[in-house]
């Protein structure tokens, strides 16, 4: 028991070391750095952005117009082939990349587990032209000859699956994409699994469970926040992949149904055309689709990093 305290004289005072001052005002000051360079990064696209916010105002995220020579622009066909390109590549790449987190980590021996997980780190650090060079010489042929005519054939009476098959666009942007965010679902779900405590598992099997009904009932739900922040990831990566998206979306700046059709991203648009920009209005344009990019960029990795905290502080609990 903790000794009462005499009335009349204070507790002792905590001993604040100068050490422990100075290492927290050093850390302080870098994560300042952090904040300020953020800042600082919307302040630069706020601000050279400011010619075509104070032309087409709230209207450029609604108009559907890129006319450089009339100086009319819209960012209306770049956010929709942003975000039906991520969406394509999340429709591939959750199933996949969550049953393979499943299998490694709960379902594969150790030793195969490792080295495969050990392959998807090196997946996960491939350049992205890399990609765009493999899809433009492997995907895009494959899709123009044999996927998009078979999903015409069978599928063609979904306005989805309409049209003419070039073998870019925005089906075979989404394919890519899912395979450039394959690894970081694997990666980021997987070790989610892993912070499941062993309790969980053995209390599943105890009470007459099989491995499988243990893993799908127990340990997935018990991960569920980490999974969803992987998810977040990948679709970060999605929204923000310039390079390879630019080799294969078809680079055209319309709103089309058909998945089959060629269109364009925030991200490639910006890389392709911000060199040759002039006057005034258009690299503003740019400017200010990139600073719509910043912020979905942001929003969407701000929430994946606290499911994943969330995550990581309930499976390191104990009952």
């Given at each position: ?6 009335a ?6 905590k ?5 422990d001052v100075?290492?927290?005002?050093l ?14 990064l919307?302040?630069?696209l706020?601000?050279?952005s400011?010619?075509?916010?104070q ?6 995220i609604?108009?559907?117009a890129w006319?450089?020579?009339?100086d ?11 975000v039906v390109t991520?969406v394509v590549?999340?429709l ?9 987190a499943?299998?490694?980590s709960?379902l594969?021996p150790?030793g195969?587990s490792?080295?495969?997980?050990f ?7 491939i350049?992205?032209?890399i990609?765009g060079?493999l899809?433009i ?5 494959i ?11 069978t599928?063609?009476?979904l306005p989805?699956?309409?049209?003419p098959?070039?073998g870019?666009?925005y ?7 899912a ?7 694997i ?5 989610a699994l892993l ?19 243990a893993t799908?009932?127990?340990v997935v ?6 999974i969803?922040?992987s998810i977040f990831?990948g679709l ?6 310039t390079?390879?998206v630019t080799?294969?979306?078809g ?5 089309r ?5 060629p ?9 392709n055309e911000?060199?040759?920009a002039?006057?005034s ?5 740019l400017?200010?689709?990139?600073l719509?990019?910043?912020f ?5 990795n701000a929430?994946a990093?606290?499911l994943i ?6 499976g390191s609990k104990?009952?």
């Amino acid at each position: 028991m903790a000794a009462p305290q005499v009335a009349g004289i204070p507790r002792a005072a905590k001993v604040v070391q100068p050490g422990d001052v100075a290492a927290r005002l050093l850390t302080m000051l870098f994560a300042a750095i952090v904040f300020l360079l953020v800042v600082l990064l919307v302040f630069e696209l706020w601000v050279g952005s400011a010619a075509s916010r104070q032309k087409f105002g709230w209207g450029f995220i609604t108009s559907t117009a890129w006319n450089p020579v009339t100086d009319e622009f819209g960012a209306l066909p770049f956010i929709y082939g942003t975000v039906v390109t991520s969406v394509v590549a999340l429709l591939i790449s959750i199933p996949l990349g969550v049953g393979a987190a499943i299998f490694l980590s709960e379902l594969a021996p150790a030793g195969p587990s490792n080295a495969l997980t050990f392959l998807v780190e090196l997946l996960a650090a491939i350049p992205s032209v890399i990609y765009g060079l493999l899809a433009i010489f492997t995907l895009v042929p494959i899709m123009r000859l044999y996927i998009e005519p078979f999903l015409k054939a069978t599928l063609g009476f979904l306005p989805i699956f309409q049209g003419p098959a070039f073998g870019v666009g925005y089906l075979t942007a989404g394919i890519i994409l899912a395979i450039m965010t394959f690894p970081f679902i694997i990666s980021v779900s997987r070790e989610a699994l892993l912070a499941v405590p062993r309790e969980q598992r053995e209390a599943a099997l105890a009470l007459g469970a099989t491995k499988w009904e243990a893993t799908w009932d127990v340990v997935v739900p018990y991960a569920k926040l980490g999974i969803y922040g992987s998810i977040f990831l990948g679709l970060a990566r999605a929204l923000g992949e310039t390079m390879a998206v630019t080799m294969v979306v078809g680079n055209s700046p319309e709103v089309r149904a058909s998945l089959l059709a060629p269109g364009y991203s925030i991200a490639a648009v910006i890389a392709n055309e911000f060199s040759e920009a002039s006057g005034s209005v258009r690299p503003a344009a740019l400017v200010e689709l990139g600073l719509v990019l910043f912020f979905l960029t942001i929003v969407i990795n701000a929430l994946a990093r606290l499911l994943i905290i969330a995550t990581t502080s309930k499976g390191s609990k104990r009952p």
